[in-house]
């Protein structure tokens, strides 16, 4: 195995690994879905998973064009995750409000509908990339040639990311529940570099997005651990601490 095809296997590895981890976190979410932002959670949790799925899918079958159509389900799991995560930001009791809520949720659901119906309908009309003609069956990772709806789709993305890691940084500067805000900013700001830099540098191969987003995912369930733990009777927070 030569090093590019163990770094694919690595990060193909990490994104199912990811995926596992939607069980656990789904059934934390559920639990917690009427406090704060559980529902936003839920649905970032799910984008999350379909961007990791889909993503590491493409390893499973040779041919160029089963790669393609499992990267576009991938596309359409990015854009549901930069949702969420824009929805959890800003629904977070830590966080400060966002200026025109509802204008801002109206303008994001309209042009993420938009989006992903142009991504999953791209064969017909190839705004978004194309299948690189000189793509191998051998290459883990689709290999396309990028179009404009291609770039609006990463800036999209980075400004979904970048608002919510925003609105995490200002609640860390206010110092709001320092210890998660702080690890939401600075993982969501990762994630957004990751985005960027995969996206310019890497269009359509390998990308290290997905695995870091699921690293605010786990951050998410740690503290609704956290807080059950908290809730517990105080013989069995003893107990707790002793353990610890």
């Known amino acids: 195995m030569n090093s590019a095809q163990l770094i694919s296997a690595t990060l193909a590895t990490g994104a199912?690994?990811?995926v596992l981890t939607t069980y656990p976190y789904l059934a934390t979410a559920i639990a917690y879905r009427d406090r704060d932002n559980g529902l936003s959670y839920i649905v970032f949790l799910m984008g999350v998973a379909v961007w990791n799925g889909l993503f590491a899918a493409q390893v499973m079958d040779p041919r160029?064009?089963?790669?393609?159509?499992?990267f576009s389900i991938a596309t359409?799991?990015?854009?549901l995750a930069g949702v969420g995560w824009l929805l959890f930001a800003s629904t977070a009791s830590s966080t400060p409000s966002l200026p025109y809520r509802e204008t801002i949720y109206r303008l994001v659901a309209l042009l993420a509908g938009l989006e992903i119906a142009l991504a999953i309908t791209n064969p017909a009309h190839a705004?978004?990339?194309q299948i690189a003609g000189g793509s191998s069956d051998s290459l883990a990772f689709t290999v396309i040639d990028p179009n404009v709806g291609y770039w609006i789709h990463t800036a999209f993305l980075v400004a979904l990311f970048g608002a919510g890691t925003v609105l995490f940084g200002l609640a860390w500067r206010r110092g709001t529940d320092v210890r998660y805000t702080r690890s939401y900013a600075i993982v969501g700001a990762a994630t957004t570099a990751a985005i960027v830099g995969s996206n310019v540098f890497f269009t359509g191969t390998a990308s290290l997005a997905p695995l870091v987003a699921g690293s605010l995912t786990t951050i998410g369930w740690v503290q609704a651990q956290q807080k059950r733990y908290l809730q517990l009777p105080r013989p069995y927070r003893w107990i707790g601490n002793f353990l610890q």
Do not use: C, D, S
Not at 64 to 70: A, L, Q, R, T, Y
Not at 76 to 79: E, F, P, R, T
């Open 16 to 18: 199912v690994l990811v």
């Open 64 to 70: 160029p064009i089963v790669k393609g159509f499992f």
């Open 76 to 79: 359409l799991g990015a854009v």
């Open 127 to 129: 705004l978004y990339w």
